[in-house]
């Protein structure tokens, strides 16, 4: 199957630092990447929807300025979360979808998820 | 409005028997797809289980079956023979539109359900 990497899979920053997290297809070129967060034991909210070479749409409510989304290719997209403060502590999740979508049902696949920790 | 209902917190099955997640969807939109994730603790979303709005059978992989009702706009997800290793948080999902948008392949979820297989 499609293969999606997350990268880092874990991380723990101080307030105030940025944090990237990088989002790979390995085997397929994605045209759309959608960036999630997840708190503990809730549903994944959808915070961004990344296209490659064109600028991310926002979700109501999630702070562009503050969470910043680059897809500069077909295989790669990253989220830089800036200035964190702890508030941003959360489970960081991307999917991909691919060019060819073979099966006609927009499955996206997803990446390992990214835990953020800020202190 | 809630788009994908889950009203069920949390379900508990003993082993070998069958167990039936509950999700509700809301859209007008004709074209859609519902699909079922699992999430395990160490986070990552497994693909489960697909189905297509205009679908006329319901769909099944092994030993995962959707009971689509499309009237009553449900898509249960019925486990059978339940293992130890089902143990997990379980999201329904849903797309909504037809493939060539941009945002194509965006999901809604559901709030999940945290599923204990008991020995």
């Known amino acids: 199957g499609a293969v999606v990497s997350q990268h880092p899979s874990w991380v723990i920053c101080k307030s105030g630092t940025s944090v990237k997290i990088e989002c790979r297809s390995l085997d397929f070129q994605a045209t759309t990447m959608f960036w999630y967060r997840q708190f503990p034991k809730q549903s994944l909210m959808l915070m961004a929807t990344?296209?490659?070479?064109?600028?991310?749409?926002?979700e109501q409510g999630v702070e562009k300025d503050k969470f910043l989304i680059n897809h500069a290719s077909l295989t790669l997209s990253t989220l830089t979360v800036t200035s964190a403060h702890p508030e941003d502590s959360s489970f960081y999740i991307c999917?991909?979808?691919?060019?060819?979508?073979?099966?006609?049902?927009?499955?996206?696949?997803f990446g390992e998820g990214s835990r953020l920790t800020v202190l | 409005a809630q788009k994908i209902t889950q009203t069920q917190p949390g379900m508990f099955v003993q082993e070998k028997e069958a167990v039936t997640l509950d999700c509700t969807y809301d859209t007008s939109d004709p074209s859609y797809g519902l699909f079922w994730y699992k999430q395990p603790s160490s986070g990552e979303m497994i693909f489960l289980i697909y189905?297509?709005?205009?679908?006329?059978q319901n769909a099944t992989e092994g030993r995962y079956s959707l009971n689509f009702q499309k009237a009553r706009k449900s898509a249960n997800l019925v486990i059978s023979a339940s293992q130890l290793g089902d143990s997990a948080m379980y999201f329904c999902?849903?797309?909504?539109?037809?493939?060539?948008?941009?945002?194509?392949?965006?999901?809604?979820f559901g709030q999940g359900t945290i599923l204990t297989v008991h020995p």
């Open positions: 189905q297509g709005s205009y679908d006329q």
């Open positions: 999917s991909a979808r691919p060019y060819l979508d073979r099966l006609g049902t927009g499955e996206l696949f």
């Open positions: 999902a849903m797309r909504e539109g037809s493939a060539g948008g941009t945002s194509y392949g965006k999901l809604t």
């Open positions: 990344s296209n490659e070479g064109s600028k991310a749409t926002y």
